[in-house]
T-cell receptor, first 115, second 114 residues
Framework: GENVEQHPSTLSVQEGDSAVIKCTYS??????FPWYKQELGKRPQLIID?????GEKKDQRIAVTLNKTAKHFSLHITETQPEDSAVYFC??????????????FGKGTKLTVNP | NAGVTQTPKFQVLKTGQSMTLQCAQD?????MSWYRQDPGMGLRLIHY???????DQGEVPNGYNVSRSTTEDFPLRLLSAAPSQTSVYFC?????????????FGPGTRLTVL
């Protein structure tokens, strides 16, 4: 069925280290993979996304890689800072009848960056 | 622009009560959706709409109704509240009528059903 697995569920790193969060998806037709950051008590906010015609995308300290063959994608955060501490969600698009799509979210990764 | 707004921020209901969670956006977005967020479960789609007059079910639609009479508003109705509906509810919208455009989330409504 439609499924997005996200690992790890918690991740603790030292300030300045890198953090990697991985997701796998089940629908080979998925073509859109966003990542959202949610700080405590706040709304999710898009931080980066990638589409299936691209293998990698970078935005300053954040990068996302996509392996369509293996059906997995990853978020990489370099030079982590305490303000990167949050819950991160991956998602994958799933096609619906009638041509529309929906997003299926992973269960989230709680990232803690220790000063 | 206010973006996506939701009211109320907090609500406590008794089992069996009904209520409507309000969602509005001022970005002229076609696509709007409702998610619920439970601890350890991520965000699950309840209902969505690709434009005024069009709604459809998501992953967990039971116990909820929606309507989309205008582009701006997308209210979520709980017909007879149950403790299992205790959750944080987020409304989201995106510009091009599809979920695969950037989705902007509202601030959320924290609902407790006793």
């Amino acid at each position: 069925g439609e499924n997005v697995e996200q690992h790890p569920s918690t991740l603790s790193v030292q300030e300045g280290d890198s953090a990697v969060i991985k997701c796998t998806y089940s629908d080979s037709a998925s073509n859109y993979f966003p990542w959202y950051k949610q700080e405590l008590g706040k709304r999710p906010q898009l931080i980066i996304d990638i589409r299936s015609n691209v293998g990698e995308k970078k935005d300053q300290r954040i990068a996302v890689t996509l392996n369509k063959t293996a059906k997995h994608f990853s978020l990489h955060i370099t030079e982590t800072q305490p303000e990167d501490s949050a819950v991160y969600f991956c998602a994958a698009s799933i096609g619906l009848q009638g041509g529309s799509e929906k997003l299926v979210f992973g269960k989230g990764t709680k990232l803690t960056v220790n000063p | 622009n206010a973006g996506v707004t939701q009211t109320p921020k907090f609500q406590v209901l008794k089992t069996g009560q009904s209520m409507t969670l309000q969602c509005a956006q001022d970005m002229n977005h076609e696509y709007m959706s409702w998610y619920r967020q439970d601890p350890g479960m991520g965000l699950r789609l309840i209902h969505y709409s690709v434009g005024a007059g069009i709604t459809d079910q998501g992953e967990v639609p039971n116990g909820y109704n929606v309507s989309r009479s205008t582009t701006e508003d997308f209210p979520l109705r709980l017909l007879s509240a149950a403790p299992s509906q205790t959750s944080v509810y987020f409304c989201a919208s995106s510009g091009d009528g599809r979920s695969t455009d950037t989705q902007y989330f509202g601030p959320g409504t924290r609902l407790t059903v006793l």
